[in-house]
């Protein structure tokens, strides 16, 4: 079984980085997610050629499959994992 799981870029001054947050909670219930603030972790939004906030990135097994740029609503995202998650998640 693969191991999957979300990275939100977000900073702090972002408003619809907020937006995004009680979606992502309740995301958070069906798969891991990882917040990584893109103004302390320059690098790592580099490798994921992070250009604007908020963005999500699906890694299955450690690697990037599909990301979602700005905000979206939940049913947006549940749709999303539906259609790139293999079915045995």
Excluded: H
């Excluded at 979300?6 to 309740?26: D, M």
């Excluded at 990135?57 to 259609?83: H, I, Q």
């Amino acid at each position: 079984m693969s191991e999957s799981q979300l990275l939100e870029f977000w900073a702090p001054w972002c408003k619809p980085c907020e937006a995004l947050e009680p979606v992502l909670e309740t995301l958070s219930k069906r798969i891991r997610v990882e917040r990584v603030n893109a103004d302390e972790e320059p690098d790592l939004a580099a490798r994921y050629e992070v250009l604007s906030l908020p963005t999500v990135v699906l890694l299955v097994d450690g690697e990037p499959v599909s990301t979602v740029f700005g905000v979206r609503s939940l049913a947006y995202f549940e749709a999303w994992l539906d259609k790139m998650l293999p079915a045995a998640e």
